[in-house]
T-cell receptor, first 115, second 111 residues
Framework: NAGVTQTPKFQVLKTGQSMTLQCAQD?????MSWYRQDPGMGLRLIHY???????DQGEVPNGYNVSRSTTEDFPLRLLSAAPSQTSVYFC??????????????FGEGSRLTVL | ELKVEQNPLFLSMQEGKNYTIYCNYS?????LYWYRQDPGKSLESLFV?????AVKQEGRLMASLDTKARLSTLHITAAVHDLSATYFC???????????FGTGTRLKVLA
């Protein structure tokens, strides 16, 4: 079982560069989301999606774009990286149907450093 | 706006002792989740609490939810070193699909 797969696991960027963090899940989950984790700040929601073609902003969306063209994939794009975006990024997914618990399943994380 | 607060932020305890981690949240929700994170690792689901008065137990950990008080507790009984980790609570904001996490409690169990 692959579950939630994130790539790359590590990335170093220079200020102003762009990149995409990939997230794929094979559990047929409608809900997918991106978080960033910074020391002392827990996990903060960046963007989320409740299904293909539907995305919305979380707590800290600035500087990030997302799209959801398929149920399985939810990429996170940094258009012009800044040092403040140095963080560990987690993708998480769950069922969103009323009968489901809404339990989030997490990927292994992507550690991004912006110089 | 939903806010989730955990306390304590850091907890150092002796093996065999009991302790409780608290998770308070600011607006209505009836879904609360507890996760564990080991250093450098991802988050692992511990408990899902879906209604007022819900209580779940797994080994030395027991979680409960009081939606009227907007409070969840994670109780540790007779701590062992293997429980050393960071514990997060997360609340699903009612009427939205936003999961808001607490800042985490870093637990260190001393042998």
């Amino acid at each position: 079982n692959a579950g939630v797969t994130q790539t790359p696991k590590f990335q170093v960027l220079k200020t102003g560069q762009s990149m995409t963090l990939q997230c794929a899940q094979d559990m047929n989950h409608e809900y997918m989301s991106w978080y960033r984790q910074d020391p002392g700040m827990g996990l903060r929601l960046i963007h989320y999606s409740v299904g293909a073609g539907i995305t919305d902003q979380g707590e800290v969306p600035n500087g990030y774009n997302v799209s959801r063209s398929t149920t399985e994939d939810f990429p996170l794009r940094l258009l012009s990286a800044a040092p403040s975006q140095t963080s560990v990024y987690f993708c998480a997914s769950s069922f969103r149907t009323r009968g489901g618990t809404g339990e989030l399943f997490f990927g292994e994380g992507s550690r991004l450093t912006v110089l | 706006e939903l806010k989730v607060e955990q306390n304590p932020l850091f907890l150092s305890m002796q093996e065999g002792k009991n302790y409780t981690i608290y998770c308070n949240y600011s607006t209505t929700s009836d879904r609360l989740y507890w996760y564990r994170q080991d250093p450098g690792k991802s988050l692992e689901s511990l408990f899902v609490l879906l209604s007022n008065g819900a209580v779940k137990q797994e080994g030395r950990l027991m979680a409960s939810l009081d939606t009227k008080a907007r409070l969840s507790t994670l109780h540790i009984t007779a701590a062992v070193h293997d429980l050393s980790a960071t514990y997060f609570c997360a609340v699903l904001s009612s009427g939205t699909y936003k999961y808001i996490f607490g800042t985490g409690t870093r637990l260190k169990v001393l042998a």
